[in-house]
């Protein structure tokens, strides 16, 4: 990771440490990292984590691809250095998130291996779980939901991810999605099941 560019700066720390607040919260934070092609499946899969997690009471939120551009991110396109700078301010966020005890699921494309793993290398020690939503891209064109991949195939939308930009497949992911044979609520009770396992959520 760069330097920050001013150096009149001071890092603060809180008064709470990680284990108070985890105690009076009864809550671990962690981050769901979900990746894949567009259509694969992510967004819908996060919005039912978060549905399941919130049934539980746990406090969890959902940083989703398109939602970030329309505020935090809008002045990024789709270059490549864009795609790594969009990458690495939703890492940000979403360690913030997760610092504060929150289950945060994010749905990005994010297809370079190494933007994801620099944000793994913010996260503390087990709290960055990769989740690649596995969906071949037949299946992901067939789908099409927002029309891109007609769009891309015509030319309409260039450095478009898994047509004209590539995406790098996560090479030892936490957890593998193969969203093509599976229901969402499957999908969505696999991640909920790990996060049992792990400790982050109460059985």
């Not at 979900?34 to 406090?59: D, H, N, P, W």
């Not at 864009?82 to 297809?111: H, M, Q, W, Y």
């Not at 769009?151 to 047509?163: H, N, Q, S, Y």
Request: with cysteine.
């Amino acid at each position: 990771m760069s330097e920050p560019k001013s150096k009149n700066i001071t890092w603060h720390g809180t008064n709470v440490e990680k284990g108070e607040r985890e105690t009076a919260l009864n809550a671990k934070g962690c981050v769901l990292w979900l990746t894949g092609l567009s259509g694969s499946g992510k967004s819908t899969i996060a919005y039912r984590v978060e549905q399941l997690l919130l049934e539980r009471a746990k406090f969890t939120y959902v940083l989703d691809g398109d939602n970030i551009r329309f505020g935090l991110n809008k002045d990024l396109g789709f270059s490549p250095a864009d795609r790594t700078e969009n990458i690495r301010r939703i890492g940000e966020v979403a360690k913030l998130f997760a610092d504060a005890c929150a289950v945060t699921a994010t749905a990005f494309i994010s297809p370079y291996r190494e933007d994801r793993d620099q944000v793994r290398k913010i996260m503390p020690e087990g709290r960055f779980i990769e989740v690649y939503v596995n969906t071949p891209l037949e299946i992901c064109e067939e789908r099409d939901p927002k029309g891109l991949y007609k769009k891309a195939r015509a030319g309409l939308i260039p450095e478009f991810t898994g047509i004209s930009a590539p995406y790098e497949e996560p090479l030892n992911p936490e957890i593998e999605l193969f969203s093509a044979g599976k229901t969402v609520d499957e999908c969505a009770m696999e991640l909920v099941n790990y996060l049992v396992a792990k400790g982050f959520v109460q059985d």
